[in-house]
């Protein structure tokens, strides 16, 4: 340990690390800080780390905290621990150029103490995973983002959840509901496929149809003129270019939400925006006291979806 109880060097699991600005306020509404966004990340860890481990990590920095600038990040960056797993993986068409990126592979507590001492509040992965040599698998996760238009709230993501777990059901399909930690939610279902673009496709039929069949509720299309006061079922996170946030992440909201798994029970029941609102205090409270409610995706028995299903005539 140093002498400066702000910027310790710790022993992680055998692999030292230096923390840095432990008291530096990154969420200035409730003065969280980035020692507590730390605390939390080490305290969830064993319910975070099996969703997020073999999949390519995309980082979302706030080093000035939430009211600052932010950026994404997918390379590694250069000062990184030699400890740090990485994957390269081809990014085509890339923003800045680059033909593939060096991404974290976040496999274990210090790796992912490292992150959040980078101020890395939120980490967002892909639906799939890449073997222990760097190989891509296909996608394991299917996955629907719903997001409110004003003034539809996570209330209205309720409802229409409740409508595609039916519809995932009757195609042998189990869904798993997390509040995204904004203002929506998302929607889960272990999968296997040989195919990467079944998904996406699949996750397209659905929403159309609830378009079709709920048209004041629900949007499959982008377009923002349409979504007022609906949901859009947002199916395009299938494709395998797409990440979305990882259970358990915290977010770059004024107060330091959770993207928390939820159950049946409290999406049935819900009726106001703030039942389902979750800080990184009852966030950890929850995990101790229920446990990890998305352990069902980590199972190795997971049905096939195939390029007809949800065809039904």
């Not at 378009?211 to 079922?233: A, F, N, W």
């Not at 980590?298 to 039904?312: E, F, I, K, M, Q």
Request: hydrophobic share 35%.
């Amino acid at each position: 340990m140093t002498a400066d109880p702000n910027n310790p060097v710790v022993d992680i699991d055998g692999r030292s690390l230096r923390l840095s600005n432990l008291d530096k306020v990154l969420y200035p509404e409730t003065g969280f800080t980035k020692g507590e966004v730390i605390d939390f990340y080490a305290t969830v860890a064993p319910v975070l780390l099996p969703h997020v481990r073999d999949r390519p990590l995309t980082l979302k920095r706030f080093p000035d905290g939430v009211e600052g600038s932010s950026f994404f990040e997918k390379n590694v960056s250069r000062h990184a621990p030699d400890w740090v797993r990485t994957v390269r993986i081809d990014t085509p068409g890339s923003s800045r150029g680059s033909e593939y990126a060096d991404f974290a592979l976040v496999q274990d507590l210090s790796t992912l103490v490292w992150t959040a001492n980078l101020a890395s509040l939120e980490l967002h992965v892909p639906q799939w995973t890449v073997g222990p040599r760097g190989g891509v698998r296909e996608p394991d996760l299917l996955v629907f983002d719903l997001d409110p238009g004003e003034p539809a709230t996570i209330v209205e993501c309720c409802r229409v959840a409740e409508l595609l777990r039916d519809l995932l059901t009757d195609d042998g399909f189990t869904a798993y509901p997390k509040t995204s930690g904004s203002k929506g939610m998302q929607l889960y279902s272990p999968i296997r496929t040989n195919d990467r673009d079944h998904p996406r496709e699949y996750a397209k039929r659905l929403a159309q149809r609830l378009e079709h069949e709920c048209p004041d509720l629900v949007v499959s299309r982008m377009t923002k003129q349409l979504r007022k006061g609906k949901v859009l079922i947002d199916w395009s996170q299938n494709n395998t270019q797409k990440t979305t946030v990882a259970p358990y992440s915290l977010r770059a909201r004024p107060r330091p939400t959770v993207s928390i798994p939820l159950a049946w029970k409290e999406v049935a029941s819900c009726r106001d925006p703030n039942e389902l609102t979750f800080t990184a205090a009852e966030g950890k409270d929850r995990v101790a006291s229920r446990g990890d409610l998305f352990e069902p995706l980590l199972s190795v028995d997971r049905p096939l979806l195939r390029a007809d299903t949800g065809n039904h005539g």
